[in-house]
């Protein structure tokens, strides 16, 4: 166990009626593996997000291999993914066989660079490398640029996935990221928007792919009274007991969004002002959810650096972390190619994720603001004695 923080990152935040919706799953005789509650949570997440299939998972992870086994990926193929993300948008393209491209990111957005992506096409078939999927991140609660994204895709027949694990309650052009492409994914992870403590949800328009992800996901058991199998199967769907947990956070989701975009404007107005100092851009398409509020210090115009803040804030209990480590970057990816132009490089070096949680008071709020300043300002002047 790592040390214990007072004021965490992002931690857990339960809405409240949890335990007694555990407890009435739990009496109800159906504990797992589906049941009542896994069907309820499907539709009301697919009512929230706007698309016609969802399916509970286990994990984020199982959501996006799935998605990838559904698109039909395999050895062999390529596939272009967003550097700057978290490993978890990466690794399942490895378990089937295919081989990630990794693209950098554009400076508006942070996220994936249309012009980069269109470079690996472009390349990709004068080399006989076609690639035949994209992977597209929504990181830390911001959309990318997916118009953009999705008219060069079409241009080339490649197929896009979205992992929108970050994006829950955001918004691209009004509706929800994960709905625009073949499939999208998103985590229930602890330290996610909203948790099933661990699970994951896949969403797509595609009534065929939502049918064979469901079948792949129950271990591909062909409907026969015996257990037959054709194909190879997983073992990832959510239990019953989780999906309960699940309904009652998702009722909260709205709550949660406008708690962390306000948590992101006290920080701003905070931070802003301060020389070398700068948050997260909103992209003009965006309604950013601000999972976690990002910023970015440069050393020469501040004066200080992340590291610096990062270790203050350690010493008095508050958790704060760097950027993502690019993929690019990450030793286990070593061999994979890529297009790098420096951007998500820059931003994981100068990068800090700032505590985000909805549960977050006030009080802390301030008390991480004011830390963070005194780097620059100096400690806060003492009061006059009387
Ligand atoms: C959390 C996360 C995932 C994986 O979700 P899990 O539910 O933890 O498996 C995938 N991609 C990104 C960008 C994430 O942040």
């Not at 997260?280 to 803040?309: Q, Y």
Request: hydrophobic share 45%; aromatic share 8%; proline share 6%.
């Amino acid at each position: 166990m790592q040390q214990p923080y007072r004021i965490y990152l992002s931690p857990p935040e339960l809405a409240g009626d949890e335990e007694a919706a555990v407890l009435s799953a739990m009496r109800s005789g159906w504990i797992a593996p589906l049941g009542p509650d896994v069907d309820a949570f499907e539709a009301e997440f697919a009512q929230r997000v706007g698309s016609p299939h969802a399916i509970a998972l286990s994990s984020g992870t199982a959501a996006l291999h799935l998605a990838l086994l559904g698109a039909g990926l395999g050895a062999g193929d390529y596939v272009a993914v967003s550097s700057f993300t978290f490993a978890a948008s990466v690794n399942p393209i490895l378990y089937t066989g295919a081989i990630p491209v990794l693209i950098d990111s554009e400076r508006s957005s942070w996220n994936m660079d249309p012009g980069l992506l269109e470079d690996a096409l472009i390349e990709g078939e004068r080399r006989g490398r076609q690639l035949r999927a994209i992977v597209l991140v929504h990181l830390y609660g911001q959309p990318a640029d997916i118009d953009a994204i999705q008219s060069i895709a079409d241009r080339y027949g490649v197929t896009v996935i979205e992992d929108a694990a970050e994006a829950l309650g955001a918004a691209y052009n009004g509706a929800a990221p994960g709905t625009f492409g073949r499939a999208g994914i998103f985590s229930f992870n602890g330290n996610k928007i909203i948790t099933t403590s661990g699970g994951g949800m896949l969403v797509t328009r595609d009534r065929l792919l939502a049918e064979h992800a469901r079948k792949l996901a129950t271990q591909a058991r062909e409907p026969a009274p015996h257990y037959e199998h054709v194909e190879v199967g997983y073992n990832y769907r959510l239990s019953n007991l989780l999906a309960a947990v699940g309904r009652v956070q998702l009722r909260d989701l709205e709550r949660r969004v406008l708690a962390r975009r306000a948590i992101f404007e006290r920080y701003a107005a905070m931070l802003a002002p301060l020389p070398g100092f700068a948050l997260m851009p909103e992209a003009s398409w965006a309604t950013h959810s601000r999972w976690l509020t990002c910023i970015t210090i440069d050393p020469v115009a501040s004066g200080t650096d992340r590291d610096t803040v990062r270790m203050l804030l350690e010493r008095h209990g508050i958790e704060s972390r760097p950027l993502w480590k690019p993929m690019h970057l990450q030793p286990v990816f070593r061999d994979a190619p890529r297009y790098d132009a420096g951007v998500s490089t820059a931003l994981f070096r100068h990068g800090l994720c700032l505590p985000s949680g909805s549960g977050l008071s006030a009080a802390d709020l301030s008390e991480v603001g004011d830390l963070i300043r005194s780097v620059i300002d100096g400690p806060p002047a003492r009061q006059a004695p009387a």
